[in-house]
């Protein structure tokens, strides 16, 4: 798995330095999985990366995040994208 991360990280470092016309490091180093023991834990790490740019004052919920699974789940009529509790 690593190996696989290793290469997508490679690629798409690449790729965006390429686009946004400068280099060096874009991704952390460690590369850390997770095991998902049920699906509470699930949704509290799906809730947790979700609410990242809410987090960094880059959207007010996370479902105003143009590229959150937030905005998806909200629209399939799942509870996505509000405050946190």
């Known amino acids: 798995m690593s190996a696989i991360i290793q290469a997508w990280k490679s690629t798409s470092a690449h790729n965006i330095n390429h686009r946004l016309g400068r280099s060096g490091r874009l991704w952390r180093r460690e ?3 997770r095991y998902m023991r049920d699906e ?5 790490t799906i809730e947790y990366v979700e609410h990242n740019p809410v987090q960094a ?5 996370a479902a105003d995040w143009r ?7 909200q ?11």
């Open 57 to 61: 004052r880059l959207a007010q919920y």
């Open 31 to 33: 590369y850390f999985d």
């Open 40 to 44: 509470n834990h699930l949704m509290t």
């Open 67 to 73: 590229w959150s699974s937030a905005r998806h789940r």
């Open 75 to 85: 629209n399939a009529g799942e509870d996505a994208g509000g405050p946190m509790e």
